[in-house]
């Protein structure tokens, strides 16, 4: 699973690439993406059509009261069951654009 991520590209070039995309906020580049950080995501707005706007890498349920635990990623094979992302599987989805991806650092033990 990804832990980190790259993505250098400007919001200019999204919006060239992508047309009609409307930008709230900056989004400098970064070569080292992590989680808990704020990152630029293109979701569908309810008028506006697509945006970019920044959002924390971490899920947190809409039925949950404990803000401090952000899983930051889910299996396939489960999203759709598992009661922590069913409902946001089923009815709320975003693109996270990225460059590249970097593998999970290997465990090694001493």
């Known amino acids: 699973m ?17 047309g009609n995309l409307h930008i709230r906020g900056d989004f400098p580049p970064s070569y080292n993406r ?16 697509l945006e ?17 635990i952000r899983p930051i990623n889910a299996r396939a094979e489960t999203v759709a069951t598992q009661p922590l992302f069913r409902e ?8 996270v654009p990225a460059d590249w991806w970097y593998f999970e650092w290997p465990f090694v033990p001493e």
């Open 2 to 18: 990804c832990g980190r991520y790259g993505f250098i590209h400007s919001p200019e070039e999204l919006q060239q690439a992508w």
């Open 34 to 49: 992590a989680p808990g950080q704020i990152h630029p995501v293109v979701r569908q707005a309810p008028d506006l059509g």
């Open 52 to 68: 970019l706007v920044p959002m924390r890498w971490g899920f947190v349920p809409g039925w949950s009261t404990r803000t401090h």
């Open 88 to 95: 946001a599987f089923r009815a709320r989805r975003a693109l």
